[in-house]
């Protein structure tokens, strides 16, 4: 119930291309999505976040996709750099000060 | 660019011994977190602090683990006897508003433990 499921576990995508990342939840007491970007030897850092009162938010080349009946959200990286290689994690919260993170998906961007 | 720091970046020890690691949040914030991230796995919670007290904190957090803000600028996260199972990168955390109001969340570099 409180888990989140992030796929894929490792993703290769070539510079240019579109990364796409998909993760999914049970608990309907979630209410903020967020997603961190994490790189080797560095601390999470927050990307973009959403609300479920909305389906999609984008800020630049990132954009989180929000399905609300299939309890699903999916972060989409547009134009993909080399500077994008990293682990990205999503996580949800509701009700309480616990963020449940996924098990991160490691995004390698070729150049 | 304020950030939260963290000390030690890596600490090795024996299993049993005591475990001090030592964050510094950033100075307006008034919430502050431990997260922990075992190798190649997800991060899980482990406790909120508000107000000189916990606010919540998960299973992970047993009668080993303590925290404290002894000073009005370091949060610390105390392991009275460690066990292998504790070896992992742990982060502070913190926010200006409460993470349950969707507060962000600003994390320090992390403090890689080692039990052996």
């Known amino acids: 119930q409180q888990q989140v499921k992030q796929s894929p576990q490792s993703l290769i995508v070539q510079k240019g291309g579109i990364s796409i990342i998909n993760c999914a939840y049970e608990n309907t007491a979630f209410d903020y999505f967020p997603w961190y970007q994490q790189f080797p030897g560095k601390g999470p850092a927050l990307l973009i976040a959403i609300r479920p009162d909305v389906s999609e938010k984008k800020e630049g080349r990132f954009t989180i996709s929000f399905n609300k009946s299939a309890k699903q959200f999916s972060l989409h990286i547009m134009d993909s750099q080399p500077g994008d290689s990293a682990t990205y994690f999503c996580?949800?919260?509701?009700?309480?000060?616990?963020?449940?993170f996924g098990k991160g998906t490691k995004l390698t961007v070729n150049p | 660019e304020p950030e939260v720091t963290q000390t030690p970046s890596h600490q090795v020890t024996q299993m049993g011994q005591e475990v001090i690691l030592r964050c510094v949040p950033i100075?307006?914030?008034?919430?502050f977190y431990w997260y922990r991230q075992i190798l190649g796995q997800k991060v899980e919670f482990l406790v909120s602090?508000?107000?000189?007290?916990?606010?919540?904190k998960s299973e992970i957090f047993d009668d080993q683990f303590s925290v404290e803000r002894p000073d009005g600028s370091n949060f610390t996260l105390k392991i009275r006897s460690t066990k292998l199972e504790d070896s992992a990168m742990y982060f502070c955390?913190?926010?200006?508003?409460?993470?349950?109001?969707?507060?962000?969340?600003?994390f320090g570099e992390g403090s890689r433990l080692t039990v052996l």
């Open positions: 100075s307006n914030h008034l919430y």
């Open positions: 996580a949800a919260k509701g009700g309480s000060e616990k963020l449940v």
């Open positions: 602090f508000y107000n000189n007290e916990i606010s919540e």
């Open positions: 955390a913190s926010s200006k508003i409460a993470a349950q109001n969707t507060g962000e969340l600003f």
